[in-house]
């Protein structure tokens, strides 16, 4: 993880960006070793004018600001929401003739312009703040064409997103950073990125195979409950370092900035977890000071996410007094158990003083952890053992408790050898004693083999019917993730059809129009045929698209919680929604909504989650059902839908009908069935009557029937099981 590392960097740019410098054309003549920050002479406009990206326009009356400074120290950023900057600068005729590329850092949706031209386009600008996406380019390197003349121009276009000024300049530090850099400094600087993520992935994998280790170690021994905190412990530091190690391929500012915040939050939170563990591993009664260390870990991160000047000491502080807290448990095993706790106490020893170390020289010395030591920053060197130190300890700590029973077993088994050699060098004196002893002994070995049996069968029928609830109980998660592991190829398959459709199209009516009038029209065909070919490969990929978000929702969890609903209001509501969702996918579809609800039902206990997804799934078939019949009866068919409600002796009724096509009697019997469908391709997955009937058979235990008269109605009837009143209200459990 660079959690340090990030650190530094902030704190380097809150110190070089402590004051904004009055506007400028500054000038440059070489290429420094770490390349040219360009952060002096910008002049800034709010507005939205095309023209401010021409070279020719004069700034002189734009207001001057450093757009590297964080965005509380730039409201005039915010109060625009959209506007300009421009920045003008010399080059030596000799940096005119590199190669200079452009890296752009930034926390905006932006367009880039060099010299009057757009050269490149981040995230969607839109003066609606609510529709702006903000952009994380990277810093990826943009080749940038000089002019001949020494004065260059660059012009920044921007929307800004307003949710940024929510969180702390530590996770949004500046608005916008611009740096010139020649192709040796973008080279190294991807090196030291390759070894910055390599360090993360070597961390992931240590803590993630740790964690397999010790959930094995649990599996094994449950009795010991370190080895399950353990196991959270490193999973969560596996998370951490996953996140931090892929932060940059997220370009999506909001998701980065999401993914950024679950790696802290991990991070301090598996640390209170390896305290937990050794409370568990050396038997130390839960105190005030472990739960302590809770508040401070949910304090810390609300400084750390939204306190705008705390920086990084937050997180700093908190990993001292958690790492402090770790050092005095092992302490204090120590004086019990003597060598044997000695080792987590190094390890924890190690990680406080290499953070100690880490923490000085970034407060007073932060450029000494830039340098390298066989290829290696410094700053890695301290952070990667500091992370790990502990962990192996703990290992370690294990494995000796493993070797030391297994010696404490080779000397049992000695004193057995011992004792046997006695028996035999006795068994002649106590023949007759020995052979009573033996029948004595095999009857009893007999009954309590017999008892083993016993107890082995048992448990052998009890594992049987473990491993039946769990192969149950995971196949709904099996169900998903065979499902998002087909919805990304998927995915590729629409995209690149869709690419291939439009190149086909650019092809068509630019490329073959070159082409002699003999050799067009063949060419013209050909290029038809792959169009249609494509397009037919699209329309099957959004069936299997709508397939997989079937089995998504098919297989989707639910707390399942009960409330008293008032399922007259739950029916109302959905069937509004419903009939607007198809009015908007069909602008002149109009129908007739009739509702007869009783208004003494009352309060019903049930999911209203789950049964809001059952009267969905029935109101869009019958809207479904008599648009279709809509279609083929014409003006004189009028389309209705009639939603009843009642109460009869313990059940309540729903009942969903409509005066549409109905459905066919040779199919009726599959419409329970997943994956079955009347619907055309991309209209429907046929999960939806499926998921139905097991949410009011299986989870409410009710009933869901079906009437229907083909080319004339179709009635759906949910019946749910009612109870005695609760508080004297309408309640019913189900």
């Known amino acids: 993880m660079k959690v340090l590392v990030l650190f530094l960097l902030v704190f380097t740019i809150e110190v070089a960006s402590a004051q904004i410098r009055p506007a400028a054309v500054a000038s440059f003549r070489q290429m420094p070793a770490a390349g040219i920050v360009l952060d002096q002479g910008w002049q800034f406009h709010a507005g939205d004018n095309p023209t401010w990206a021409e070279v020719t326009i004069d700034e002189r009356g734009w207001q001057s600001i450093n757009p590297t400074l964080s965005l509380r120290h730039l409201p005039q950023i915010e109060q625009a929401g959209t506007g300009w900057l421009r920045l003008r600068f010399r080059l030596s005729p000799e940096l005119r003739r590199q190669a200079l590329l452009l890296r752009i850092f930034q926390y905006t949706a932006s367009e880039i312009y060099f010299n009057g031209h757009l050269i490149r386009r981040y995230g969607t600008l839109s003066p609606d703040p609510q529709q702006v996406h903000p952009y994380w380019p990277d810093g990826e390197p943009i080749e940038l064409l000089l002019r001949d003349q020494e004065e260059q121009v660059l012009a920044v276009r921007f929307a800004h997103w307003p949710h940024f000024a929510l969180f702390s300049d530590f996770f949004v530090p500046g608005f916008l950073q611009a740096r010139l850099e020649g192709v040796e400094q973008v080279v190294k600087s991807n090196q030291q990125e390759s ?114 000047q705390a920086s990084w000491y937050p997180t700093v502080g908190f990993m001292l007094l958690v790492t402090a807290e770790q050092l005095r448990l092992t302490l204090g095993a120590l004086r019990q158990t003597r060598q044997a706790a000695g080792i987590i106490a190094a390890g924890f020893a190690i990680s406080l003083v290499l953070l100690l170390v880490f923490g000085f020289i970034a407060r007073y010395y932060g450029p000494l952890l830039m340098v390298e030591v066989l290829s290696i920053p410094l700053h890695t060197i301290l952070t990667f053992p500091a992370f790990l130190s502990p962990v192996l300890a703990i290992s370690l700590y294990l494995a000796r408790q493993f070797a030391l029973a297994s010696r404490l077993l080779e ?138 978000k079937g089995m998504l929702e098919h297989s989707r969890l639910s707390s399942g919680e009960r409330q008293p609903t008032d399922l007259n209001a739950l029916a109302d509501e959905f069937l509004r929604l419903s009939y607007h969702g198809l009015r908007a996918k069909y602008k002149d579809f109009n129908a007739q909504l009739t509702t007869d609800f009783d208004t003494k039902l009352g309060l019903v206990e049930v999911a209203p989650q789950d049964i809001g997804r059952v009267l969905l799934n029935l109101f869009n078939n019958a809207f479904y059902a008599i648009q279709q019949r809509q279609a083929q009866a014409g003006d004189n068919y009028k389309p209705e839908v009639t939603v009843r409600t009642r109460r009869s002796a313990g059940f309540v009724q729903i009942t969903v009908r409509d005066n549409g096509t109905g459905i066919p009697a040779a199919i009726l019997d599959k419409i329970y069935q997943p994956f079955f469908t009347t619907k055309p391709t991309g209209e429907g997955t046929g999960l939806g009557l499926s998921l139905s009937y097991d949410i009011v058979t299986k989870q409410h235990k009710g009933t869901l029937t079906v009437e229907t008269r083909e080319d004339h109605f179709t009635a759906f009837t949910v019946s749910l099981p009612t109870g005695e009143p609760v508080n004297g209200q309408m309640a019913y459990q189900i």
């Open 195 to 308: 070894v910055y993520k390599t360090a993360d992935m070597l961390l992931m994998g240590s803590f993630l195979l740790l964690s397999m280790l010790h959930l094995g170690f649990y599996i094994y021994n449950s009795a010991q409950r370190a080895n399950f905190f353990f196991t959270l412990y490193t999973l969560a530091g596996a998370i951490s370092f996953f996140c931090t190690g892929f932060l940059d391929e997220i370009q999506r500012l909001e998701l980065r900035l999401g993914v950024d915040i679950l790696s802290y939050i991990c991070l301090q939170t598996g640390s209170v977890l390896a305290v937990r563990a050794l409370y568990s591993l050396f038997r130390v009664r839960l105190g005030w000071i472990y739960w302590s260390l809770w508040a401070a870990n949910f304090l810390s991160l609300v400084l750390l996410i939204f306190g705008s």
């Open 411 to 548: 000397i049992k088994l000695n004193q057995v050898r011992m004792l046997s050699r006695q028996m035999l060098a006795h068994q002649q004196e106590k023949q007759v004693m020995l052979a009573q002893q033996n029948e004595t002994l095999e009857r009893q070995v007999q009954l309590r083999t017999a008892a083993l049996q016993r107890t082995l069968n048992n448990l052998q029928a009890t594992q049987d019917q473990l491993i039946q609830s769990e192969k149950m109980a995971s196949l709904g998660e099996l169900t998903a993730g065979i499902a998002h592991e087909i919805q990304n190829p998927l995915n590729f398959v629409n995209n690149f059809a869709d690419v291939a459709v439009e190149l086909l199209a650019e092809l068509n009516t630019e490329t073959l129009a070159a082409l002699p009038e003999p050799a067009q029209e063949p060419a013209h065909e050909l290029v038809n045929e792959l169009t249609q070919v494509l397009q037919k490969i699209h329309q099957h990929g959004e069936r299997a698209d709508s397939i997989v």
